[in-house]
């Protein structure tokens, strides 16, 4: 038995392990995007191989068109502000673990709310200075309602809140629908639309360009609730009933309180998202104003970590895939929906690293 | 290379089973560091280490539930390397678990025959039903086989985890901190089981942290201490004080020194108490007990018995059905009071049994854990915004203070050790004047070090004139720092006992339900 194992232990020996990470730093996480964004582009490129077309040109025409120029890089950031900001609210919501899913409703809310006050209040001469600020106040308390109401039924009645916002979704879009093709419908219009809205209702520009101040508002917004999760009160609660409601109830939180309060603040933000958008851009509210900018805002939140600084380069990034995604059509006779598809492998991508980042291949030595 | 020969002295019987050299690393952890010792045939074997020295991590690698880095196994003078439990099994190996693995709709004959294909397709259940019958003759075993062992008690569902290994013929059977659970009765029949296996030839291994059950039933003991061997020495020859130098690495003082304390007026006073389990069924029947100042009472009785719904309720977060409980002059199961929140207040602290579930917030911080239901006070806040440069400030006095092995206040705290884990609990619970302390298994995995810190902290709580209750299973605990006792079954108190005026055999007879004291 002796020479047997003497031999053995001559050479050494090792193999290699799969094991978890502790913590994983921010460099690993920047590190797992990056290889991430990579590889999505990869696939990218594969597939619109396989269309035919020559990848370089198209995913050159999407860089441009959302970087290229000054203009692009405003179009770009337009884009990105309503989905900035339904990220927001759903950072807020989600970090509590009450999973709002009703954005997209909220934010159609916000816009109903500032298209009410408009065509109540657009004959009273109110000037831009105090007629903008009421607009954005009242999409917000739009919003805060629409989220109230799954708040309520949630914190009072435990009535799962994913069902209600996303029954609430429908509701309210269809509402819109309906006022758009009857009491509010521009007269003589063939299209969902309202009148015009006075130019005392624009959002200021920014730079005496098209850019406007609700972009400046989205990042004063990540701001706000960076500040509100790490350094109030109610933002220690909410990150306290999201990681473990059980130990935050026994240690005197009110977890239903918490959850409605929560609820109210997602769906402000999200009406908020609304107002900038009708207020910034459309200046009427028109019928699919919204490009599933609540639903793109929840995976932004997701991309993002649920952190206010990893919403602000999600919402841009895609943004720019948006906007890029005009100037591909141009060069190319690829379709629009690649950009979704592209999308659809980043979302992946970044889900599959961010979960391979979370171990590491180590050596272990076979001691002798 | 001598060393890796196993050494057979003449006139004694190879071990059984010989550990050479075990490495067994978790990341930067090292649980076992080149361990090595050998069992005797028909010895019972004890490895005997504090929590987290690596005596489960070492089982599972001998059953084959887990894969060693390297060394080596020998097994009956084989090597082996088994790359699961089956493979363990089918050579003679078995193991009882700390936590048991059995389906519980199932009785006790199904669970001991479930993945024995020795039976065949078809199954003679009342064939397999006599062979354990028989089994359970021979080792002692008194146990109804018919009944699901949902509804067996926890010692009874141990001996159905014990059969399944006899069952199966094993030669070697490990057994994970097999007493942790039972009351000193079913300690008595275990010891008695073993004793039969080992007339029989089997070898035991047995693992625990108990120098009395060392003391009592091994013939052997290694010793480990941070994952390594410190030694292995006969039982024959050495003293709970030796075995205990050898644990903890310096002389230890067992005994818990309390002064004598004038016993205040009662702090706590519960009356006529009933509670509810989430299914509706009776939790606490007309629970009746009071906690003087300065006084420590322990409740003894087997999880499960309403420890835990007394301890919700007293905390504020379980509706009572009925009584009342009366506390810092105030009867606190009024609407108004009777919320986590108001109760704090008026001075109750409370360390709870489970402690990453209900005490602490695993992602958070040291420092935010340390705030956890004081983030409102204003020693820890300005206006709505939290003070972290307060909050900082405490947080490092308090890592200082209870000596909290930490990177500092920034560590998330899932990272720390369990005994860790509760010093920041204890520290936040008695940051602030408290009248009661409600604690469950307060040293549940920790270190002797770690256990004997908190109890003095508890008796540092007593001088100040606070009342402790103490809920634990383990009579250890209950016997070494407790005033008086009190033990509860099946959501009854069975009676309170001056602690000098009662021996564990009582106690234990009160947890199994079998006697009902008369209340003085």
């Known amino acids: 038995m002796s020479t047997a194992k003497s031999t053995r232990s001559v050479i050494p020996k090792f193999h290699y392990r799969l094991e978890k990470r502790k913590e994983s730093g921010i460099f690993a996480s920047l590190l797992s995007i990056l290889v991430a964004l990579i590889c999505s582009f990869g696939i990218t490129f594969w597939v619109i191989s396989l269309i035919g077309a020559d990848a370089g040109t198209v995913l050159w025409a999407i860089v441009k068109g959302s970087f290229g120029t000054k203009n692009a890089v405003i179009d770009t950031l337009i884009k990105a502000t309503p989905i900035f900001i339904t990220g927001l609210a759903t950072v807020v919501a989600f970090r509590a673990k009450v999973w709002n899913i009703g954005q997209e409703g909220q934010l159609y809310t916000g816009a109903l709310g500032v298209t009410w006050a408009v065509l109540l209040l657009k004959d009273t001469g109110l000037p831009a200075w105090i007629f903008v600020p009421l607009l954005l106040v009242v999409s917000a308390i739009f919003g805060a309602l629409a989220g109230a109401i799954p708040g309520v039924l949630k914190s009072r009645y435990n009535v799962n809140e994913i069902i209600v916002t996303v029954m609430l979704n429908y509701i309210t879009l269809y509402l819109t629908t309906y006022l758009l093709g009857g009491i509010w419908q521009e007269a003589g219009s063939h299209y969902y639309n309202t009148i015009r809205f006075p130019e005392t209702t624009n959002l200021p520009l920014l730079f005496e360009t098209r850019l406007h101040s609700g972009f400046l508002i989205a990042l004063l917004l990540a701001a706000l609730i960076y500040y509100l999760l790490w350094h109030m009160k109610l933002g220690y609660k909410i990150r306290a009933t999201g990681s473990n409601p059980t130990a935050a109830r026994f240690k005197g939180i009110n977890i239903q309180r918490i959850s409605l309060i929560v609820m109210v603040l997602s769906g402000a933000i999200s009406g908020l998202a609304g107002g900038i958008e009708l207020l910034g851009v459309h200046h009427r509210l028109v019928y699919g104003f919204s490009v599933s900018f609540g639903f793109t805002g929840i995976l932004i939140a997701l991309l993002g970590r649920l952190h206010p600084l990893g919403v602000a380069p999600a919402a841009i990034f895609f943004g720019a895939l948006h906007n890029g995604s005009s100037a591909m059509i141009i060069h190319s006779n690829v379709p629009r929906e690649l950009i979704t598809a592209i999308m659809g492998f980043v979302i992946i991508m970044l889900l599959v690293w961010e979960e391979v980042f979370k171990y590491r291949i180590r050596r272990v030595e076979d001691v002798q | ?520």
């Not at chain 2, 978790?26 to 010792?37: E, I, K, P, R, Y």
């Not at chain 2, 300005?382 to 092995?405: C, D």
């Open chain 2, 1 to 520: 290379m001598t060393d890796n020969v196993v050494v057979t002295p003449r006139n004694e019987a190879p071990p059984i089973l010989a550990v050479e050299h075990l490495t067994k690393t978790f990341g930067s952890l090292v649980a076992n560091d080149q361990v090595s010792f050998s069992v005797k045939q028909g010895h019972v074997h004890c490895l005997l280490g504090e929590n987290g020295a690596g005596k489960s991590t070492l089982a599972k690698c001998i059953y084959g539930a887990s894969r060693p880095d390297a060394g080596r196994i020998y097994f009956k003078g084989r090597e082996v390397a088994f790359s699961s439990p089956r493979d363990a099994i089918r050579m003679g190996i078995g193991m009882v678990h700390q936590h048991f693995v059995l389906a519980d709709p199932m009785n006790a004959v199904e669970n001991i025959i479930v993945g024995e294909e020795s039976t065949g397709a078809l199954l003679n259940l009342q064939a397999e039903k006599k062979k354990i019958q028989a089994l359970c003759e021979q080792y002692g075993i008194v146990l109804d086989l018919d009944t699901p062992v949902a509804q067996l008690s926890v010692g009874q569902q141990q001996w159905v985890e014990i059969l399944k290994a006899l069952y199966v013929s094993v030669d070697l059977l490990l057994l994970d901190e097999p007493t942790a659970v039972l009351t000193p009765q079913e300690v008595q029949s275990l010891f008695s089981i073993i004793g039969k296996m080992v007339i029989d030839g089997i070898s035991v291994i047995l693992i625990t942290h108990k120098l009395h059950e060392v003391m009592n039933i091994s013939n052997e003991v290694t010793i480990l201490r941070k994952g390594k061997v410190v030694d292995t020495v006969p039982t024959r020859g050495n003293t709970k004080a030796s075995l205990a130098r050898l644990l903890v690495g310096r002389d230890f003082d067992f005994n818990v020194h309390k002064e004598k304390i004038d016993f205040g007026p009662p702090a706590l006073e519960i009356k006529g108490l009933t509670v509810l389990r989430d299914n509706g069924s009776l939790a606490l029947q007309d629970v009746s007990l009071n906690v003087r100042q300065g006084e420590i009472l322990g409740l003894a009785g087997v999880s499960g018995n309403g420890q835990a719904e007394l301890f919700e309720t007293l905390v504020g977060v379980r509706k009572a059905e009925k009584g009342k409980i009366r506390f810092a002059g105030v009867e606190i199961l009024k609407e108004s009071t009777h919320n986590p929140e108001a109760i704090a207040s008026l001075g109750l602290a409370s360390v709870p049994q489970d402690r990453l579930r209900q005490g602490l917030i695993e992602e958070f911080t040291v420092q935010e854990n340390l705030i956890l239901g004081l983030q409102d006070s204003p020693s820890y806040s300005r206006g709505v915004s939290l003070n972290w440069k307060a909050i900082k400030s405490f947080a490092s006095q308090a890592i200082q203070q209870f000596e909290i092995k930490t990177t500092g206040p920034l560590q998330p705290v899932g990272q720390l050790s369990g005994g860790n884990l509760q010093k920041v609990i204890l520290a936040r619970e008695v940051s602030k004047p408290i009248k009661v302390m409600v604690a469950s298994s307060p040293s549940r995995g920790l270190d002797i070090g770690a256990t004997y810190y908190v109890y003095s902290r508890f008796l540092e709580l007593l001088r100040n004139g606070a009342g402790i209750l103490m809920i634990s299973e383990d009579l250890d605990e209950i016997f070494n720092i407790s005033d008086r006792i009190a033990v509860i079954y099946n959501g009854r108190i069975m009676g309170v006992f001056d602690v000098h005026e009662v021996d564990r055999e009582t106690i234990g007879l009160y947890m199994a339900g079998l006697e009902e004291h008369e209340h003085s």
